[in-house]
């Protein structure tokens, strides 16, 4: 795989909360992408979420050496260090990544929080300022209870033993520190006995991980209506210089005529904007998303490009940066530029993630390989393979032979023969599941194929499953009445199944669905005719419903077909 794919693993598997498994991921990844920083920051917060806090700031400090522009490294550092306790250096942290990003919301927060956290004196047992043991403090426990984030974790039993034993000896917190779950409790009480609103510098965020995005028809989102009587809230125009706001009425004009399908309209407003205000990405990239109705592919492109310039000069939030390299995207896409969608993708991604992106990212990829798949088909190829690999079986060579079969397949996936064959080779090797799963496909590709079956069949014998073996050699002489292999094949499996008969019809009374066709009266009629009129039994095969109850029966056993 590649560092991408490892990656978009990695992310799969910290949101599942499979941390250990993100970890290993993200680790593969770095191997063969050492210098890419999102993958330090992720696996940073990996760590800290299993309570290897050494190891999340280790990772976080190679972030920040790798990109020191990038705020969030600056947040991973800072959120490892108070987790560690080192509160004055993450203080310093903080402060450090406001001056490469004085804009970012997350930094001015986790900062607050940890000034607000160095006022107040410790509460862990044994610390300056113990006030007693919070473990064992019944408000302090109602109150986790009482929070989402917690109410979860406190009904696990391993969290609860931990707890108990804590209460009555709070010097034995390292347990806890090793305990994935317990180490979340611990951190989300250490957030709410030193009074943050959080846990510090925003660790559980994911670089990749953000809201839905806006469809191409919707530049700007439609104002949510309030469900309640909202508090006053600062007007967010209010510090807006008259330029500022000039632009911002000319945006407004312009998602309102793009709402319309008015897309003429809707350029020149949003145009007007960015001359009014060419620092504000929005406008460059709603012009972009106007080109793209409007199928001027490589204008909205052009745009978008100009749109990350502009975006990178005036720190715009990642966010605006992805949409624009995801609308790249996009229009490459519109023209079936795959390679090129997926590389724009990938940027967007790296920015930040976005599911609808992922999962643009993820079809993309499927396409490319199956286009490289049904470009590898040859036919002839294939046949020349596949002879290669008959004259390997015939010598004995059973992995020789496999692997000339598994490129013929590669050559030509739709020839049944190819999985046929394969199938003798994997029951020469034993991989009898594997073979069996082959038959099956060689089936679905050709469902009159009767080597397949026969094939089929003396696989299952080779499993002890003679009765499924005796529908696959009675399909295989329905087929080919003359078939020898599948009348010796038959006969043997008759033999093995009639040597116990009683545990044969043991083993089929206990199968429901079996059941249920013997207490079906229409059924039972029907098989005391089959006893005495073969043509009454070939007019009831014509009945799909019918064949396949009676296709059961022979599967377990229970009825031979001579």
Not at 5 to 26: H, R, T
Not at 164 to 182: E, R, T, V, Y
Not at 369 to 392: F, I
Request: charged fraction near 30%; include cysteine.
């Amino acid at each position: 795989m590649s560092a991408d794919e490892l990656k978009s693993k990695g992310n799969a598997a910290l949101q599942a909360e499979k941390y250990d498994e993100a970890i290993d991921f993200y680790s593969q990844a770095i191997s063969l992408d050492p210098s890419n920083h999102i993958l330090y920051s992720n696996r940073s917060a990996a760590y800290a979420k299993v309570g290897k806090y050494a190891d999340s700031l280790t990772d976080a400090e190679k972030t920040v050496s790798i990109k020191p522009d990038w705020g969030k490294g600056y947040s991973r550092k800072g959120a490892a260090l108070e987790l560690l306790g080192k509160l004055d250096d993450a203080l310093k942290t903080y402060e450090e990544g406001l001056k490469c990003d004085p804009s970012n919301e997350q930094l001015k927060e986790a900062l607050k929080n940890c000034k607000d956290n160095l006022d107040v004196p410790p509460r862990f047992p044994g610390g300056a300022g113990n006030i007693g043991n919070p473990f064992s403090d019944p408000k302090f426990l109602a109150s986790l209870a009482m929070n989402p984030k917690t109410r979860e974790l406190l009904t696990d039993p391993e969290v609860q033993e931990l707890l108990k034993d804590l209460s009555k000896n709070p010097n034995n917190i390292g347990k806890m520190l090793n305990h994935p779950k317990a180490s979340l409790l611990l951190q989300a009480m250490f957030s709410g006995m030193n009074g943050g609103g959080g846990m510090p510098g925003g660790l559980f965020e994911d670089d990749e991980m953000d809201t839905e995005p806006r469809s191409e028809s919707e530049p700007t989102p439609a104002p949510k209506a309030e469900t309640k009587p909202a508090e006053a809230k600062p007007d967010p125009k209010a510090n807006l210089t008259p330029e500022q706001r000039e632009a911002e009425k000319e945006k407004e004009l312009g998602n309102e005529a793009y709402k319309k399908k008015d897309f003429e309209t809707a350029l020149k407003h949003y145009e007007k904007a960015a001359e009014v205000d060419p620092t504000n990405i929005t406008y460059l990239t709603n012009k972009a998303a106007v080109y793209f109705e409007q199928n001027e592919i490589q204008k909205c492109i052009e745009t978008c490009e100009k749109a990350i310039e502009v975006g990178r000069e005036n720190k715009a939030d990642y966010a605006s940066i992805a949409k624009a390299y995801a609308r790249i995207g996009n229009a490459y896409m519109k023209t079936k530029d795959l390679k090129n969608a997926l590389k724009y993708y990938n940027h967007s991604l790296s920015e930040q993630r976005n599911p609808d992106v992922l999962k643009k990212k993820l079809a993309v990829e499927k396409e490319i390989k199956d286009q490289e798949a049904l470009a590898y088909v040859n036919p002839e190829e294939a046949e020349k393979e596949k002879n290669l690999g008959n004259d390997a079986y015939k010598a004995g060579k059973f992995p020789d032979a496999m692997r000339h079969y598994n490129e013929a397949i590669r050559r030509n996936p739709k020839d049944p023969k190819l999985y046929r064959n394969r199938a003798a080779c994997y029951t020469k090797l034993m991989e009898f599941q594997l073979a069996l799963k082959d038959c099956e496909e060689a089936i679905k590709l050709d469902p009159l194929f009767v080597k397949a079956y026969v094939q089929k069949g003396t696989i299952l014998n080779a499993l002890k499953e003679p009765s499924k073996a005796i529908a696959a050699f009675s399909k295989a002489i329905e087929l080919e009445p003359e078939c020898q292999e599948a009348i010796d094949g038959y006969r043997q499996c008759a033999i093995d199944t009639n040597s116990n008969p009683e545990e044969v019809r043991k083993r089929a009374m206990n199968d429901p669905e079996v059941l249920e066709i013997l207490r079906d009266p229409a059924m039972r009629l029907i098989l005391e005719q089959m006893q005495n009129d073969r043509q009454a039994v070939q007019d009831h095969l014509k009945n799909p419903e019918i064949r396949a109850k009676i296709q059961k029966l022979i599967e377990c056993g229970l009825i031979q077909v001579r």
